[in-house]
T-cell receptor, first 117, second 118 residues
Framework: GNSVTQMEGPVTLSEEAFLTINCTYTATGYPSLFWYVQYPGEGLQLLLKATKADDKGSNKGFEATYRKETTSFHLEKGSVQVSDSAVYFCALRRDRVRGSTLGRLYFGRGTQLTVWP | GAVVSQHPSRVICKSGTSVKIECRSLDFQATTMFWYRQFPKQSLMLMATSNEGSKATYEQGVEKDKFLINHASLTLSTLTVTSAHPEDSSFYIC??????????????FGPGTRLTVL
């Protein structure tokens, strides 16, 4: 089946610290991988994505590399800010699949990040 | 980027009433929309996949007669919680799929609707 496993939070860091949130996946076929961010009381926003092995997604200082050999898509940021405090979700989407669930995302449980000044 | 709106953002209703939540894609056409439910400090639970012009596909354990989904146009899907009860209180999030072929396939999420049933 398809599933995503994220490191459990919460993660608490000081401003300018290095961030890693681990994400591993199980999927058949050729999934695309995503990181979404959810700020308090809001919906999800796409942070970055990678659609094939060895692709690196990046946005707002965050990066994640699609590692097929380790089935991982870890999120990293070199220097976090207070404004990065949010919940981060790793997700996969199975592509090249026919049927009504085409395009469905499978989410991890989310990791709460809190950054202190 | 593409925008998806939800209305209302918050709703409080009495037990036994029905509540309709709208999800609109504002600058693209979405043949597929998804409805999720999120409990506090938990991940998103997919409730159903809504395809324009056809019946929604519900996930196992989701009552289709309780959560009515209509996707009447390429920019609008609605979720109606019928005869709502306190256990239906939750954060409901929709997403719309912007798909135009191999190069564009992105899901955009609405801001969510907080439903409280008294």
């Amino acid at each position: 089946g398809n599933s995503v496993t994220q490191m459990e939070g919460p993660v608490t860091l000081s401003e300018e610290a290095f961030l890693t949130i681990n994400c591993t996946y199980t999927a058949t076929g050729y999934p695309s991988l995503f990181w979404y961010v959810q700020y308090p009381g809001e919906g999800l926003q796409l942070l970055l994505k990678a659609t094939k092995a060895d692709d690196k997604g990046s946005n707002k200082g965050f990066e994640a590399t699609y590692r097929k050999e380790t089935t991982s898509f870890h999120l990293e940021k070199g220097s976090v800010q207070v404004s990065d405090s949010a919940v981060y979700f790793c997700a996969l989407r199975r592509d090249r699949v026919r049927g009504s669930t085409l395009g469905r995302l499978y989410f991890g449980r989310g990791t709460q990040l809190t950054v202190w000044p | 980027g593409a925008v998806v709106s939800q209305h209302p953002s918050r709703v409080i209703c009495k037990s036994g009433t029905s509540v309709k939540i709208e999800c609109r894609s504002l600058d693209f056409q979405a043949t597929t929309m998804f409805w999720y439910r999120q409990f506090p400090k938990q991940s998103l639970m997919l409730m159903a996949t809504s395809n324009e012009g056809s019946k929604a596909t519900y996930e196992q354990g989701v009552e289709k007669d309780k959560f009515l989904i209509n996707h009447a146009s390429l920019t609008l899907s609605t979720l109606t919680v019928t005869s709502a009860h306190p256990e239906d209180s939750s954060f409901y999030i929709c997403s719309a799929r912007d798909y135009t072929g191999d190069h564009t396939d992105t899901q955009y999420f609405g801001p969510g609707t907080r439903l409280t049933v008294l």
